[in-house]
């Protein structure tokens, strides 16, 4: 078999032809079964505000409280259940998020209810 430039060429632009057309439907199956940044965003802004009224719902239960002979002890409640359910709360769209390939980090914020500073953990979408 002799070799021509013209065979190599042919040979090269089907190699290539296959493996746009692999490529295009390996990234179509992702795209049906994946998760848009916008989609991924909503569920992290979803999350986030779900975050910020279990604060808003912490810091009126502390105010309740403020005169109460048990404070510290309602207050440790208090704080207990808000870190609780942000955790939950941010743990399960970290989960929705992975499993679409996207990285999640935790941005710690401090919340300050009472006489106590806590940190919670609002979340972001850091890498696709």
Same mark, same amino acid.
């Given at each position: 078999?002799?070799? #021509?430039?013209?065979?190599?060429?042919?040979?090269?632009?089907?190699?290539?032809?296959?493996?746009?057309?692999?490529?295009?439907?390996?990234?179509?199956?992702?795209?049906?079964?994946?998760?848009?940044?916008?989609?991924?965003?909503?569920?992290?802004?979803?999350?986030?505000?779900?975050?910020?009224?279990?604060?808003?719902?912490?810091?009126?239960?502390?105010?309740?409280?403020?005169?109460?002979?048990?404070?510290?002890?309602?207050?440790?409640?208090?704080?207990?259940?808000?870190?609780?359910? #942000?955790?939950?709360?941010?743990?399960?769209?970290?989960?929705?998020?992975?499993?679409?390939?996207?990285?999640?980090?935790?941005?710690?914020?401090?919340?300050?209810?009472?006489?106590?500073?806590?940190?919670?953990?609002?979340?972001?979408?850091?890498?696709?």
């Amino acid at each position: 078999m002799k070799f #021509t430039w013209k065979k190599l060429f042919v040979l090269l632009f089907l190699f290539i032809g296959f493996a746009l057309i692999g490529s295009i439907s390996a990234n179509a199956k992702v795209k049906d079964k994946g998760l848009s940044y916008e989609e991924a965003m909503k569920i992290v802004e979803k999350a986030n505000e779900d975050i910020e009224k279990e604060i808003e719902k912490a810091i009126e239960k502390e105010l309740k409280f403020q005169n109460h002979p048990q404070y510290e002890k309602k207050l440790d409640q208090i704080v207990a259940d808000l870190l609780s359910k #942000t955790e939950k709360i941010a743990e399960k769209a970290k989960d929705q998020l992975e499993k679409y390939g996207y990285e999640v980090e935790f941005e710690y914020i401090e919340v300050v209810i009472g006489n106590r500073v806590v940190y919670v953990d609002p979340i972001r979408v850091h890498r696709w």
